[in-house]
């Protein structure tokens, strides 16, 4: 049994089977790396036939995205524009109502005392006027509002 040439046929003999048992153990896993490459390259196929399109949609929408935003921004800012006009307007309508109202009262109090005017009895005796010189010490006239405090005091 120390033949040497017998353990050299058994060792060869082993490494062939070992090696038919790999190859038949590595056979359908092969098979199925090669089918795995072929999806792999149907998908990568296909990925370069619709990604850029889908890539240059994506673009497009974000442009449009884009401009929508842009027009919303402007409506803003104009209807911003438009809410400070109208708040002009109203101020200055409060001021033109208010110097309107001022007027009207000056009117209407203009037109009672041309009416008293008109309308009171005329003096029968002549009050006698008095000189330059005592006129100067005297107060200044009256304005129109201090005539109207006097008038209901009386």
Do not use: C, H, Y
């Not at 190859?23 to 092969?30: E, M, R």
């Not at 889908?54 to 911003?80: N, P």
């Amino acid at each position: 049994m120390i033949d040497p040439l017998f353990w050299l046929g058994l060792s060869l003999l082993l490494v062939a089977t070992s090696l038919t048992a790999v190859l038949v153990a590595a056979i359908p896993a092969l098979q199925e790396l090669a089918r795995a490459a072929r999806s792999a390259e149907k998908l990568f196929d296909t990925l370069s036939r619709e990604l850029p399109p889908t890539l240059i949609s994506i673009r497009k929408t974000g442009m449009e995205i884009k401009d929508l935003t842009d027009d919303v921004s402007e409506g803003v800012q104009s209807a911003g524009k438009v809410v400070k006009q109208v708040d002009q307007g109203l101020n200055t309508a409060k001021k033109q109502a208010k110097n309107l109202q001022i007027s009207t009262r000056s009117l209407v109090v203009g037109v009672k005392t041309a009416w008293q005017s008109f309308t009171r009895p005329k003096p029968a005796k002549r009050v006698e006027r008095l000189p330059i010189s005592e006129k100067l010490n005297e107060k200044p006239p009256l304005t129109l509002r201090e005539r109207e405090v006097l008038k209901r005091r009386e």
